[in-house]
């Protein structure tokens, strides 16, 4: 387990899988031109286009969503005083995002906006992690959430069967821990319950991969 590693700017990269041209910064009209096949965002004006997940990833989120769901947002065995929501429009600014889960408190968000975006920052969210879009997860993502101040960001890799879990401070996003020998585990802002990381995976642990592509 690992405590205290601060996330860095430095370590950002770039993904453009649909760029527009350097003389203009991306707009909402960009994004809805895009194929339906494509999620689009826009972060610091470039356009970046990713391919729908693979099944795994979508266990692995889905598969999250209802561990948390039943407990968090419900209130079913659990505190409830949550709203978590699946592959939300968060309007952040001038940046657009769509991260695979994310939470608000019902103290900061009383009911869902009517609009078919979020421009509140989320007090959690969590990417599951795929070859296609780490190297984004990991950087401009990451980099936006800290400027916006979310409070918890998890990073989930489904091929690693680990969870990163960051926290935000004055100094930044600050890895507090990385979970996976240990399949059950508390982990804030959802410590109140134990989770079983088991469950997440959507394989048996010896099983080999089924395909490369995600």
């Known amino acids: 387990m690992h405590r205290h590693q601060l996330y860095s700017p430095s370590q950002s990269y770039t993904l453009v899988m649909a760029p527009v ?6 707009t909402y009209a960009d994004l809805e ?3 339906e096949h494509f999620i689009g965002e826009i972060i610091d004006g470039t356009l970046h286009a990713s391919p729908r997940p693979a099944a795994r990833h979508v266990y692995t989120a889905s598969s999250l969503s209802q561990l948390l769901g039943g407990p968090f947002q419900l209130g079913r065995v659990g505190p409830g005083d949550w709203w978590i929501f699946n592959k939300p429009e968060l309007h952040l600014g001038q940046d657009v995002l769509v991260p695979d889960l994310t939470g608000w408190r019902r103290k900061r968000m009383q009911e869902p ?24 997860d990991r950087g401009e993502r990451l980099a936006v959430y800290a400027r916006e101040r ?4 998890w990073l989930l890799d489904p091929r690693e069967r680990l969870l990163e879990v960051f926290r935000w401070s004055e100094a930044g996003l600050v890895l507090l821990a990385v979970h996976g020998k240990q399949p059950r585990v ?4 959802f410590d109140a319950l134990e989770l079983d990381l088991d469950l997440l995976w959507g394989a048996p642990k010896d099983a080999p991969p089924q395909g490369s592509a995600e």
Request: aromatic fraction near 4%; charge should be positive.
């Open 21 to 26: 041209p350097r003389q203009r910064r991306a």
């Open 33 to 35: 031109a895009l194929p």
């Open 113 to 136: 906006p009517a609009a078919a975006y979020i421009t509140l920052p989320p007090d959690w969210i969590c990417e599951v992690l795929s070859p296609s879009t780490v190297r984004l």
């Open 150 to 153: 979310v409070g918890h960001v």
């Open 186 to 189: 508390r982990v804030p802002p």
